[in-house]
């Protein structure tokens, strides 16, 4: 059955969703090399009752296991819902961390990931590859006209800027030996 919510109700579901992405904002600032995942459940644990909110995970009982922790972190390839322990995160791990809290009443819940110590070099190799693409739908999208064919987007797309060859070589990736 669904309940239709009152302004006022959808007014706390939003501060329950804001006080969830200010946290995750926070562990994400927080995940360097050499923090370990307890300490980001600490500091999600901190923030949470700083905020007025209690945590979702922390206590939940789907049968007969109690989950410990107040959020979920999960490192590389791992399955998702890890149980944060002593392991440190290391430069180059990806790092999904899925958190919630209760906020007078009504969850607040999402996830984020982050890359920990994503090299510059890296970060600068992407820039010019995606955000050339990007610009140019960005364009194609902005003028829409009432009942413009779609030729017209596509052909404002299609004049996006072309890269060098020796351009499009350095972007390559290198080949492991």
Do not use: W
Request: aromatic residues 4%; proline residues 7%; glycine residues 6%.
């Amino acid at each position: 059955m669904i309940t239709i919510k009152t302004p006022a109700e959808i007014a706390v579901m939003r501060k329950a969703s804001q006080i969830v992405a200010e946290i995750l904002e926070a562990l994400v600032a927080a995940a360097r090399p050499g923090v370990t995942t307890e300490e980001l459940d600490q500091l999600a644990e901190e923030l949470t009752y700083k905020k007025g909110a209690k945590t979702a995970f922390k206590g939940y009982k789907p049968g007969d296991v109690v989950y410990p922790k107040c959020l979920c972190v999960s490192i590389n390839n791992e399955i998702v819902h890890g149980i944060p322990s002593s392991r440190k995160l290391k430069a180059g791990d990806i790092v999904s961390l899925d958190f919630g809290v209760v906020y007078e009443g009504f969850y607040g819940d999402s996830a984020r990931t982050v890359a920990v110590a994503v090299l510059a070099l890296v970060k600068s190799r992407a820039a010019p590859t995606t955000s050339a693409p990007c610009a140019a739908s960005a364009r194609a999208v902005s003028t829409p006209r009432p009942a413009a064919p779609r030729s017209s987007v596509s052909s404002r797309r299609s004049r996006r800027p072309r890269l060098s060859r020796r351009r499009r070589r350095h972007l390559r990736p290198t080949p492991m030996r």
